[in-house]
């Protein structure tokens, strides 16, 4: 039996990250996740190289024949096989979270996508707002999961599922606000030493 969806992450060569990306590959190996690492040079700054996210989506929705994509952020690791994916069917999926600084941010640390034409020119969508709205640091407001958003507000056809906490779990802030819930994916966040 084919798998349903296949994970799918992307790093920068010759730095912290692909050493990170080892630890997800590992964890994916441990729960037999199918899994894709592709590699790229660094694009010169960590905003172009997370921006380059919808890109390196869009390129795996045109390469894998697949009903769905799962993207995760290279320095994320499984800690639990993700029953989840088994039986969504949302054309893209992504946890919105309330912190006490922003409310209902969008978090792209995993995001889930089916892989139809639909879901296609929604990412064509991203890529475009990313182009038209560069990450600058330390501004949030820019950066590639806020051009996410904007870009499903402009395909309101697709149907949108708010993933849970367990699914995109932050190792600081989510323990804060879900002290009694167990990742299903653990978020490093290692970017926090680059901005």
């Given at each position: 039996m084919s798998p349903k969806y296949l994970v799918i992450a992307y790093t920068t060569t010759g730095d912290k990250y692909e050493q990170l990306s080892e630890s997800l590959k590992e964890s994916c190996s441990r729960f037999s996740i199918p899994f894709f690492l592709g590699k790229i040079q660094s694009l010169g700054s960590?905003?172009?190289?997370t921006h380059y996210k919808a890109q390196f989506i869009q390129e795996c929705l045109n390469k894998f024949y697949i009903p769905y994509l799962?993207?995760?952020d290279v320095d994320a690791t499984f800690r639990r096989y993700p029953d989840l994916f088994d039986t969504l069917d949302a054309d893209i999926a992504f946890r919105t979270e309330n912190?006490?600084?922003?409310s209902n941010e969008p978090l792209s640390g995993t995001v889930f996508l089916k892989n139809t034409d639909e879901v296609k020119s929604f990412v064509s969508t991203w890529i475009n707002v990313n182009s038209k709205i560069p990450a600058i640091r330390k501004n949030p407001e820019?950066?590639?999961q806020y051009n996410m958003k904007r870009a499903l507000d402009n395909h309101i056809n697709l149907s949108y599922y708010n993933l849970p906490p367990e699914?995109?779990?932050?190792?600081?802030h989510t323990k804060i606000l879900y002290p009694h819930i167990e990742p299903v994916i653990l978020h490093g966040q290692a970017s926090r030493n680059n901005i």
């Open positions: 960590w905003e172009k190289n799962v993207y995760v912190f006490k600084w922003r820019t950066w590639e699914y995109t779990f932050i190792f600081d």
